[in-house]
């Protein structure tokens, strides 16, 4: 019988063959164990969707605009990397991109790769391998800690210089919404229980 760890005190827990249809706690701390597994494919496709379009507004508009002593300054999501990457920051500079750009984007496109053709009742090529990789690519997209430090900053140069919020930056905040959403949406017991059922 399959055993579910608790994630918060390490209590195990025996799970039902069923799918859980109600949420349910850890016996111990009630810590949440399990989320109800009946999640559409269609709206994490669509939801999939949506983050690609707010991925590609983010990296296409400026962050923010900054006016100051009668001067314009635009900044990007990239810009942001190639500027620390031009002060000496390499480490840094890779890490802002790793992180704000090709992490979201490569849990979009894996996400993409692998609900299309299942909601065909296909088998992307790779497909399990393909979702091992995404579950490790997850862990490294840190959007929120992105949006986090760039409101800090935003707030300690509106004392400078006049800032204005920019397309991408409101781009990103929904960006960090909906990866989350996308998230709780694709579990991996989600997944496969998906791949069991189109299997059938």
Not at 2 to 7: A, E, F, G
Not at 79 to 92: E, F, I, P, S, W
């Amino acid at each position: 019988m399959p055993v579910i760890v608790c994630p918060s005190c390490d209590l195990a827990h025996r799970a039902g063959p069923e799918p859980a249809s109600e949420r349910t706690r850890c016996a111990r701390c009630l810590a949440s164990l399990q989320r109800p597994e009946n999640g559409s494919i269609d709206t994490a496709i669509a939801l999939s969707i949506v983050a690609l379009v707010l991925f590609l507004l983010s990296n296409a508009y400026p962050l923010v605009a900054i006016y100051s002593n009668g001067s314009t300054r635009a900044a990007t999501l990239i810009g942001a990397a190639l500027g620390l990457y031009r002060q000496d920051h390499t480490g840094l500079a890779a890490l802002v991109f790793i992180t704000t750009v090709v992490g979201p984007f490569l849990q979009i496109a894996a996400l993409l790769y692998l609900l299309i053709p299942l909601r065909r009742k296909r088998r992307a090529p790779g497909q399990n391998t393909v979702f091992r990789l995404l579950a490790q690519v997850r862990p490294w997209t840190f959007v929120e800690v992105f949006m986090l430090g760039a409101l800090v900053a935003l707030v300690r140069l509106t004392a400078f210089a006049r800032v204005v919020p920019g397309v991408a930056l409101w781009s990103c905040a929904l960006l960090m919404l909906t990866l989350a959403a996308l998230t709780s949406r694709t579990s991996p017991a989600q997944f496969w229980r998906w791949v069991e059922g189109y299997r059938a």
